[in-house]
């Protein structure tokens, strides 16, 4: 047979524990009182003897109020128990009340538990915090698919734009195709870019059994050679200074290859006409540094504090322009962090910018 529901919960449980220790805390006191009672009586009946019959028949009483009693107890320590219980458990129970009617529209309540410092409040406290990153959470997903959205529709509706241009020409030549062609093959060039950038922020650190220890110093150096050609282009002058003999480092040479090759395009794309950027590395302690500085335009304060953030655009138009997805910086920081690494920026507009990416030195045992 089926336990009824009440039956189950802790206010019942700790109900019964209070009625259990209530009524034997009172059944050893009576008992006691009873013992001492009679010992006394037995040991000095016989100095008193007029006032024997007198003792036993408050005896008699005192037994018959204990069992009255008896009977009494269990009713008000199951009343008091029960009344403890709730109050001691509502904390609880209002969490459960608010968990069951949390939804995407209402993350925003809170238990707000002003009572005693003791489990129940931090057990309070602690699902307030809970709920703080979870809004958190949600709102950045939210903003993140309606970025994603915004810059794959970008894409889409150049290629429909053109294609719709097309149709409504009353005479098309075959260099309208072939201009359409290259069209097409940007946008989807620039939709498989972007899909690419956003699965990587998607997935998880991978696993450091399936890395291998990887030279940054060799990593920078084809960083370096690769960007070379369009450092000179953009009259932009690249600046390679000796780093350590090893600078070995556990992870996934693709990816740390990305970071630094974002961090030292960025100080390229966003430098001016005569500028420099340097690229040198360090050890520091238990770290490798590399550090990537630039004379360019600067970051201003206000948009520091968000540079690392998915979509993010200091200079939304040139960005754009670029063919920028506004995921760079936000790629190299998930890419740092998963190898356990840290990234800063100090910058100054006007100025330039100063990149430090901090990575844990990695020693074969």
Known sequence: MRKPAFVRT?????????????????????????LAMRQFLDKNSEKWPEIRDQAMSGMVQLRIYSLIALGLVPLLGLAGGYFLAGKMLKPVSNL??????????????????????????????TFDEMMGRLETSFESQKQFIQDASHELRTPIATAQTNIEVIEMAEKV??????????VLKRSLERMTQLSDQLLLLADARQEWANWQAVDMKFIISEVAAEVSARATVAGISLELEPAPDEM???????????????????????NRPGGTVKISAWTEKSQFVVQVQDNGIGISPADQTHIFDRFYRVDKSR????????LGLAIVKKIVEDHGGTISVESALGSGSTFNLSFPRYQAI
Do not use: P
């Open 10 to 34: 802790i206010r019942f449980r700790l109900t019964m524990w209070y009625l259990l220790l209530f009524v034997l805390f009172f059944i050893l006191l009576v008992g006691g009182i009873n």
């Open 96 to 125: 459960s009340s608010l968990a069951a009617r949390i939804s995407s529209t209402n993350l925003k309540e809170r238990i707000n538990y002003h009572g005693s410092e003791n489990e129940v409040k931090r057990l309070a406290d």
């Open 173 to 182: 030549t075959a260099s309208d195709y072939n201009r359409l062609m290259k």
């Open 248 to 270: 070995m480092v556990k992870g996934n040479s693709l990816r740390l290859k990305q970071a630094i090759f974002n961090v030292v395009d960025n100080a390229i794309k966003y």
């Open 319 to 326: 960005t754009r322009s670029q063919g920028g997805s506004g």
